[in-house]
């Protein structure tokens, strides 16, 4: 197991709300990376949060946005779902080397 | 044209066989390198990296070649626990941060 834990597993919403995912890193590691996989894709790089700050974003809408907090837990935040959201959403944590990746949530838009 | 492509999957081998993952990547100013796989609806784990010099890891062996800009994963002796999706990753540093550019991945079904 890599230590880094995301909530929730399963997650269903309707177009238009909006939905928090949460990520809890490694011990020590103070870097957080979001990536969204559609079915049958690679995953693709949303943001990544070094110490509380985004440092870095992938070609996501503004509606997709995030946090990060002291002790380098992280959120995902998506307004205004729309169908294409749905996808397998993982988090990754380092410490300036390998990312470590969670088991992913499971969002469905419908 | 994709950051990162790969051999469109999937690949159905029976056991013992030999299989080879191939991919290439566009931008030459990528660092690093790795293979992933990943299991049906679960997260991507590291397998190996990879070195210009090639490196072995049991019955995988990875290769890179920069001038190419080509990436390739050979499994010998195939089993059916390597039934799998196998993700080719490149790693790009941009300005104060990294990120890992996913290709679609190789689904390899290895049968009885």
């Known amino acids: 197991e890599t230590g880094v834990t995301q909530s929730p597993t399963h997650l269903i919403k309707t177009r238009g709300q909006q939905v928090t995912l949460r990520c809890s890193s490694q011990s020590g590691h103070n870097t957080v990376s979001w990536y969204q996989q559609a079915l049958g894709q690679g995953p693709q790089f949303i943001f990544q949060y070094y110490r509380e700050e985004e440092n870095g974003r992938g070609n996501f809408p503004p509606r997709f946005s995030g946090l990060q907090f002291p002790n380098y837990s992280s959120e995902l935040n998506v307004n205004a779902l729309e169908l294409d959201d749905s996808a397998l959403y993982l988090c990754?944590?380092?410490?300036?080397?390998?990312?470590?990746f969670g088991p992913g949530t499971r969002l469905t838009v419908t | 044209r994709k950051e990162v492509e790969q051999d469109p999957g999937p690949f159905n081998v029976p056991e013992g066989a030999t299989v080879a993952f191939n991919c290439t990547y566009s931008n030459s100013a990528s660092q690093s390198f790795f293979w992933y796989r990943q299991d049906c609806r679960k997260e991507p784990k590291l397998l190996m990296s990879v070195y210009s010099s090639g490196n072995e890891d049991g019955r995988f062996t990875a290769q890179l070649n920069r001038a190419s800009q080509y990436i390739s994963l050979l499994i010998r002796d195939s089993k059916l626990s390597d039934s799998a999706t196998y993700l080719c990753?490149?790693?790009?540093?941009?300005?104060?941060?990294?990120?890992?550019?996913f290709g679609k991945g190789t689904m390899l079904l290895v049968s009885p």
């Open positions: 990753v490149v790693n790009m540093r941009n300005s104060g941060y990294s990120t890992l550019t």
């Open positions: 990754a944590s380092s410490r300036g080397g390998e990312q470590y």
